[in-house]
């Protein structure tokens, strides 16, 4: 069975900083886009940052040059750099991914770690 599972979420004060990690586990062939989004309280879900199959990092305008999105293929990790964090990125952290387990393409999505950015 494959999961995705989120860690390193938690409070953090204006301008500092946090990772995320995903870690995917499971029978997995192939990775498509991978990637995370963020939903905040009344708001929907939006893409933070994403792999593609290009392999360059696509990012949100609002995070460029403070977030960086980094994976690790032999571990199966995904992590997201978090700096200069602003209260306005205080949302619900996701972690996504187009995965082959078998001849079938499927989407996944993570539990989700809470990111608090207050001082």
């Known amino acids: 069975q494959v999961q995705l599972v989120e860690s390193g979420g938690g409070l953090v004060q204006p301008g500092g900083s946090l990772r995320l990690s995903c870690a995917v586990s499971?029978?997995?062939?192939?990775?498509?886009?991978i990637g995370w989004y963020r939903q905040a309280p009344g708001m929907q879900r939006e893409l933070v940052a994403l792999?593609?199959?290009?392999?360059?990092?696509n990012y949100a305008d609002s995070v460029k040059g403070r977030f960086t999105i980094s994976r690790d293929n032999a571990k199966n990790t995904l992590d997201l750099q978090m700096n200069s964090l602003k209260p306005e990125d205080t949302a619900v952290y996701y972690c996504?991914?187009?995965?082959?387990?078998?001849?079938?393409?499927?989407?996944?999505w993570g539990q989700g770690t809470q990111v608090t950015v207050s001082s």
């Open positions: 996504n991914a187009d995965l082959r387990a078998g001849t079938i393409w499927y989407n996944y």
């Open positions: 499971g029978s997995i062939f192939s990775v498509k886009n």
């Open positions: 792999f593609t199959t290009g392999g360059t990092p």
